[in-house]
């Protein structure tokens, strides 16, 4: 599995990653799938992955959307982890789109055009299992699935995130992407504790974290992968690192997502900031 913090791949910041990975600070990186055309990688894409391991990470897969994972998409996933020879992909527990084909009362089909919370009832717990089922069967490699930044909750949901998402886990084996920032954007829309929640994560399951910037606003954090990652993830992302080493497990890999001010200065500031919040948790053991 990945080790060690790195950024995810995006064209602007090409050379400061391949400089990353020549100096030994880059050990893997992250593709959005739909970016990449399996038949035609940009080249830089190619010549980093001659140094680093490349996950292929999805956003539309919908693995919370009521029809079944369209095959076509999970061949793409399959077809880039071929490619890149990376050891799983990735993609987020949401639902994103009403229908794969249009019906009688829908002329086209219905996309959110977001990453939306599916409600956390019992009967979608049945369709989310189905789905990563379905789709580990014609994956050619792992699958590990992210929370997202929710900003509502349903009224009917029965279970908590750590609950829903833990016995997911438990039924499918899936692997798990932690993003703390997404956990602190829903904390704070829900108005819950966001290491209280952390802590009750299936966090044996975690294959890789996530971490990217936001801002507050309105009352609420908005996840925009576009500003400096903030004190809160910051220290979420310490008080995860010493519950790794508090165990005596060993920390996976870190990843930042930047897609907005994709500039060096500021997509290695916030590198920065995630190496010391990885140094805090660490020693805070040792303290």
Not at 78 to 96: G, I, N, R
Not at 116 to 122: C, G, K, L, N, S
Not at 132 to 149: F, K, M, R, T
Not at 173 to 192: C, K
């Amino acid at each position: 599995m990945p080790r060690g913090t790195a950024i995810a791949w995006r064209a602007p910041i090409a050379s400061e990653l391949a400089d990353l990975a020549g100096q030994g600070r880059l050990q893997f990186t992250e593709v959005v799938a739909e970016n990449v055309d399996p038949d035609r990688p940009p080249a830089a894409l190619m010549k980093l992955a001659e140094q680093v391991t490349v996950i292929p990470h999805g956003v539309t897969l919908g693995l919370a959307d009521a029809s079944t994972p369209d095959p076509a998409r999970l061949q793409r996933l399959s077809q880039l982890a071929t490619l890149f020879d990376a050891p799983l992909v990735s993609e987020h527990l949401a639902f994103v789109r009403a229908a794969e084909t249009p019906d009688s009362l829908h002329g086209d089909v219905l996309e959110a055009g977001h990453l939306m919370p599916p409600p956390r009832t019992r009967p979608m717990l049945e369709v989310v299992v189905e789905n990563i089922e379905i789709a580990q069967e014609q994956l050619s490699v792992p699958l590990a699935i992210e929370n997202i930044a929710a900003l509502l909750s349903w009224p009917e949901d029965e279970l908590d995130e750590p609950e829903f998402l833990g016995e997911i886990v438990r039924r499918t084996g899936v692997r798990v992407v932690l993003d703390v920032a997404n956990l602190h954007a829903s904390a704070v829309s829900r108005g819950t504790d966001a290491h209280e929640e952390l802590l009750r994560f299936p966090l044996d399951a975690v294959a890789y974290v996530h971490v990217a910037g936001g801002t507050e606003r309105d009352g609420l954090y908005i996840d925009t992968h576009a500003h400096p990652v903030p004190d809160a993830v910051s220290e979420l992302l310490s008080a995860y690192v010493a519950h790794r080493v508090s165990c005596g497990a060993t920390v996976p890999g870190i990843m930042l997502e930047r897609d907005a001010d994709v500039r060096a200065e500021a997509v290695l500031h916030d590198l920065d900031r995630i190496d010391c919040a990885v140094a805090r948790g660490v020693a805070r053991v040792g303290s």
